[in-house]
């Protein structure tokens, strides 16, 4: 039997620890016993161009997930390493930032022969199979290749079931390493590909086309259980764009859960208008099955913007889905957004009011604020653009976007000072109470009920011991 041809897949260094799901989800739909998978991790390797040298010998395939922003640097890097040393080494980049530039990809930089659009599990088997044989491209769905000195791109692969693709093998990577750097037994997991919804600040529906695939409950109990043997997690981290499309998917996931008597905590996404679904029994038994916290955006307090925004929700929404968590102690998460072009005061007021009102019900709450980065693939972002805004070019340029941490032209430095102090005194006034600190919690609640952020002298301090992270 000839050996097994070598395959590497590389996650970019980041400052998050969530374990690489879309290469565990490559590396387990492809045929083991034809192929050895190795998935290398820049944020768990420190000698990651070390560890690609010493598996290059016998590799026929290098790729890469990647993300817009900083995480590009790195997957250069490495890439550029890969075609320098073993130039015969067919190099394939996906991830967010390739589904939305497929073809500039390609163009800005020669050392990547591939990139995928979207769902890779078949898409990128199909491109190893093709590979091996050195067969066309022209065959693989989703994908662009270099055709000579032309650069192609092929017809869109539709979303494939999540049901058809098999059950991801966490052994590809050690679980404990990403465990340790969380600093908890945090299970990473995605039962859902898509998102029917059509929010204009978001990329999703570009890439997926507002199609929408989920793992059946059963199915996730059955894994659940295998995994909870395996890795004994303490909490299962929902990394779904909308985990609670379905209210009755969720209600089974919850019986999964607890028939099998998998005693974990959970955390996910939910929309506002999906808690305004459910009812107090559906709550009462998520929160049973071991429901600990959710991510509800809500990003702004003004229905006209939310509306602007196509969030296709109820103000409403937002704080029968608080008072709901709030009954059964459920943990939440409201981002919000500013910064928006042609945002008002008033809308800006709005947003204020809002976010005092839930911080209010429950230190379990939490509203991070985000200022508006035009980010491509969206409707707003296309609107800006057509009106003048220049997006970075280069794959280079796009390495220094930082949609996390920075601001777009439409946040005054006035604006963007008020809303560093307002975070911050949130943070100090309305997180969890410590009793050696309430004195300074009350004294964060007076400034942010009273809008009083002169002379931010315990920020300053703050921010003089503990530097601020960039995300991207």
Same mark, same amino acid.
């Given at each position: 039997?000839?050996?097994?041809k070598?395959?590497i897949?590389?996650?970019?260094?980041?400052?998050?620890?969530?374990?690489?799901?879309?290469l565990l989800?490559?590396a387990s739909?492809?045929?083991?016993?034809l192929?050895?998978?190795? @998935?290398?991790?820049?944020?768990i390797d420190?000698?990651?161009?070390?560890?690609?040298?010493?598996?290059? #010998?016998?590799?026929?395939?290098?790729?890469?997930?990647?993300l817009?922003? &900083?995480?590009?640097v790195?997957?250069?890097?490495?890439?550029?390493l890969?075609?320098n040393?073993?130039?015969?080494v067919?190099?394939?980049?996906?991830?967010?930032?390739a589904?939305?530039?497929?073809?500039?990809t390609?163009?800005d930089e020669?050392t990547?022969?591939?990139?995928v659009?979207?769902q890779?599990?078949q898409t990128? &088997?199909?491109? @190893?199979?093709v590979?091996?044989?050195?067969?066309?491209?022209?065959t693989?769905?989703?994908?662009?290749?270099r055709?000579?000195e032309?650069?192609?791109?092929?017809?869109?692969?539709?979303?494939?079931?999540?049901n058809?693709?098999?059950?991801?093998n966490?052994?590809?990577?050690?679980v404990?390493?990403?465990?340790?750097?969380?600093?908890?037994?945090?299970?990473d997991y995605?039962?859902?590909t898509?998102?029917?919804?059509?929010?204009?600040f978001?990329?999703?529906?570009?890439?997926f086309?507002?199609?929408?695939?989920?793992? +059946?409950?059963?199915?996730?109990?059955?894994?659940?259980?295998?995994?909870?043997?395996k890795?004994?997690?303490?909490?299962?981290?929902f990394?779904?764009?909308? $985990?609670?499309?379905?209210?009755?998917? @969720?209600?089974?996931?919850?019986?999964?859960?607890?028939?099998?008597?998998i005693?974990?905590?959970?955390?996910g996404?939910?929309?506002?208008?999906?808690?305004?679904?459910? #009812?107090?029994?559906?709550?009462?038994?998520?929160?049973?099955s071991?429901?600990?916290?959710? $991510?509800?955006?809500?990003?702004?307090?003004?229905?006209?913007?939310?509306?602007?925004?196509?969030?296709?929700i109820?103000l409403e929404?937002?704080?029968?889905?608080?008072d &709901?968590?709030?009954?059964?102690?459920?943990?939440?998460?409201?981002?919000?957004?500013?910064?928006?072009p042609?945002?008002?005061?008033?809308?800006?007021?709005a947003?204020?009011?809002?976010?005092?009102?839930l911080?209010?019900?429950?230190?379990?709450?939490?509203?991070p604020?985000?200022?508006?980065?035009?980010?491509?693939?969206?409707?707003?972002?296309d609107?800006?653009?057509?009106?003048?805004?220049?997006?970075?070019?280069s794959l280079? +340029?796009?390495s220094?976007?930082?949609?996390i941490?920075? &601001?777009g032209?439409?946040?005054?430095?006035e604006?963007?000072?008020?809303? +560093?102090?307002?975070?911050?005194?949130?943070?100090?006034g309305?997180?969890?109470?410590?009793?050696?600190?309430y004195p300074i919690q009350?004294?964060g609640?007076w400034r942010v009920h009273?809008?009083a952020?002169?002379?931010?002298i315990e920020?300053k301090l703050?921010?003089?011991f503990?530097?601020k992270?960039?995300?991207s």
């Amino acid at each position: 039997m000839s050996p097994r041809k070598k395959i590497i897949l590389y996650n970019p260094k980041a400052v998050f620890y969530d374990m690489p799901l879309a290469l565990l989800a490559l590396a387990s739909n492809l045929n083991s016993e034809l192929y050895e998978v190795i @998935i290398i991790d820049g944020r768990i390797d420190e000698n990651a161009s070390e560890t690609i040298k010493k598996n290059l #010998d016998g590799a026929i395939c290098f790729g890469v997930t990647v993300l817009t922003g &900083k995480p590009i640097v790195d997957a250069l890097e490495k890439t550029r390493l890969v075609k320098n040393i073993a130039p015969h080494v067919t190099t394939v980049w996906g991830g967010w930032h390739a589904s939305l530039f497929p073809k500039k990809t390609l163009q800005d930089e020669p050392t990547i022969d591939i990139s995928v659009q979207g769902q890779g599990e078949q898409t990128f &088997k199909e491109i @190893i199979e093709v590979v091996e044989k050195k067969e066309s491209l022209a065959t693989v769905k989703g994908i662009c290749f270099r055709d000579g000195e032309a650069i192609v791109q092929n017809p869109p692969r539709a979303l494939q079931d999540m049901n058809e693709l098999n059950r991801i093998n966490y052994d590809f990577v050690n679980v404990e390493d990403y465990f340790k750097k969380k600093g908890q037994r945090q299970f990473d997991y995605i039962s859902s590909t898509g998102c029917h919804f059509r929010c204009a600040f978001c990329a999703d529906p570009f890439v997926f086309g507002r199609n929408y695939s989920a793992v +059946e409950p059963e199915r996730m109990g059955e894994e659940f259980s295998y995994y909870y043997e395996k890795y004994q997690f303490t909490e299962i981290n929902f990394q779904d764009e909308t $985990l609670f499309t379905y209210p009755k998917r @969720i209600r089974a996931l919850a019986s999964e859960l607890l028939e099998r008597k998998i005693k974990i905590t959970w955390a996910g996404t939910m929309r506002a208008d999906q808690a305004h679904r459910m #009812d107090d029994e559906d709550f009462a038994l998520v929160k049973k099955s071991g429901l600990r916290r959710v $991510l509800i955006g809500v990003e702004s307090g003004s229905q006209e913007m939310m509306d602007w925004l196509k969030k296709d929700i109820k103000l409403e929404y937002v704080f029968e889905a608080a008072d &709901k968590c709030l009954k059964h102690d459920i943990g939440v998460i409201f981002p919000f957004i500013v910064g928006f072009p042609k945002e008002t005061q008033k809308s800006l007021a709005a947003t204020i009011s809002v976010v005092k009102q839930l911080n209010a019900k429950s230190e379990k709450f939490e509203t991070p604020i985000f200022y508006f980065k035009p980010y491509p693939g969206s409707r707003i972002t296309d609107d800006v653009v057509k009106e003048g805004y220049q997006l970075p070019e280069s794959l280079e +340029e796009w390495s220094q976007f930082d949609y996390i941490g920075s &601001k777009g032209p439409w946040v005054s430095e006035e604006m963007y000072r008020f809303f +560093e102090r307002f975070k911050f005194y949130l943070k100090v006034g309305y997180g969890k109470r410590r009793p050696l600190f309430y004195p300074i919690q009350l004294l964060g609640r007076w400034r942010v009920h009273n809008n009083a952020f002169g002379l931010p002298i315990e920020k300053k301090l703050f921010e003089f011991f503990k530097p601020k992270q960039r995300l991207s």
